[in-house]
């Protein structure tokens, strides 16, 4: 027993946790007729929160709460994984990247999200502000724009072979990539 | 009489109108939004959705241990300096296609007997603006709408902010709606 959480506790290789999101289509699909994509819970949240009289927020969210509960179970996937699944081995992560970033003062590497950019005192600098609060305000307004994220597009749309979805997941890529080389290392030196 | 009665069939065929007016705009929202479409026709009490739950958290558990909720492993896949996320995804997009070609090709029936619907998308310009957009919040954040729920619940308690951020946007977009190009 103490051997199976042992080899659970490490990082899981991408050839098991892939196909195990990839089984979240059909899951999802014969539970109850749902479509995977995460994004709409943000959706959902605005309608049930602050509709505001908005055309677009103007429908029964109430069916759609099985997503709102999808993403709760997210949540706690993340408490249960912390306080049971957590390794104890520190991060790997590239040479080049690891470089990088220690030339902008990021160098402790000790959980997945980088503490020394991503916390509250942070929040009032400009790099801070940027990275927390601006990222997250392109994320909610970008995927309800491409009508969808990693998870509607590039794993639901893409498994059912849908053009606009590559279109978009194409852009993603795009995006992330002019954003990563072109754009962060400035904002990274802020 | 005869024109009181007039009258009621107007308001009754005015009323269908408006109905079929609300219906139809809600329904080309939803036909412009790719994964905003609950296809059961059934009406379950709410513990029903205690399985999506379930769902969830074993998904949230596979997000955090396969890294996809990583920072560095954002950054890396964008700097093409690791194969790991285009592993995850390539799989992941592989193992779902097959299910769902022999979810289409067995007929397969959800566990209520209900026949499984998919809708296929359609282009509009959003999906380039908004997937451009969501590229430079996912490499700044680190983080696709999913995992920002499971980075919360291992305790990285600032990415609250970007979520509600989020929301903020997710707003945002829906106010601005109607004047953005689609």
């Not at chain 1, 999802?28 to 995977?36: A, E, P, Q, R, T």
């Not at chain 2, 139809?24 to 296809?39: M, P, Y």
């Amino acid at each position: 027993m103490n051997e199976i959480l042992d080899v659970l506790k490490q990082p899981w290789p991408w050839y098991v946790a892939g196909p195990l999101i990839g089984l979240t289509v059909p899951a999802l699909l014969i539970l109850g007729n749902k479509s995977f994509g995460i994004s709409s819970s943000l959706r959902h949240i605005c309608a049930s929160c602050f509709p505001a009289n908005i055309k677009f927020f103007k429908y029964d969210w109430k069916k759609e709460a099985w997503n709102l509960f999808f993403v709760a179970g997210i949540l706690f996937g993340g408490i249960l994984t912390a306080a049971f699944l957590g390794s104890n081995e520190p991060i790997q992560i590239n040479e080049n990247l690891r470089t990088e970033l220690a030339s902008y003062g990021v160098t402790d590497i000790s959980s997945l999200v980088p503490t020394q950019i991503f916390n509250f005192e942070n929040l009032f600098t400009l790099r801070g502000f940027v990275m927390i609060v601006v990222g997250g305000l392109l994320v909610g307004f970008g995927t309800r724009y491409a009508g969808g994220c990693t998870s509607g597009h590039a794993i639901m749309g893409l498994s059912n072979l849908q053009m606009p979805s590559l279109i978009a997941t194409c852009c993603f890529m795009v995006g992330g990539i002019i954003m990563a080389n072109l754009v962060l290392p400035y904002i990274l030196s802020l | 009489m005869n024109s009181t009665e007039n009258k009621l069939t107007m308001s009754a065929e005015k009323q269908t109108a408006f109905v079929n007016l609300v219906e139809n705009t809600d329904f080309e929202v939803r036909s412009l939004d790719a994964v905003c479409v609950n296809d059961s026709h059934l009406k379950h009490p709410w513990y029903f959705n205690l399985k999506y739950l379930l769902v969830g958290v074993l998904f949230g558990i596979i997000f955090v241990k396969a890294e996809l909720i990583s920072w560095y492993r954002i950054q890396e896949m964008f700097r093409f300096q690791s194969f790991h996320m285009y592993g995850v995804i390539g799989s992941a997009v592989m193992v779902g296609m097959i299910s769902v070609w022999v979810i289409k090709r067995f007929n397969i029936k959800t566990i209520y007997g209900e026949v499984i619907e998919f809708h296929p998308k359609k282009f509009n310009k959003g999906n380039v603006y908004g997937g451009l957009l969501f590229g430079f919040g996912w490499a700044l954040t680190g983080a696709c709408p999913g995992p920002l729920f499971a980075q919360i619940g291992t305790g990285a308690l600032v990415v609250v902010v970007t979520l509600l951020s989020a929301i903020v946007g997710t707003w945002v977009y829906g106010y601005f709606r109607e004047r953005l190009p689609h």
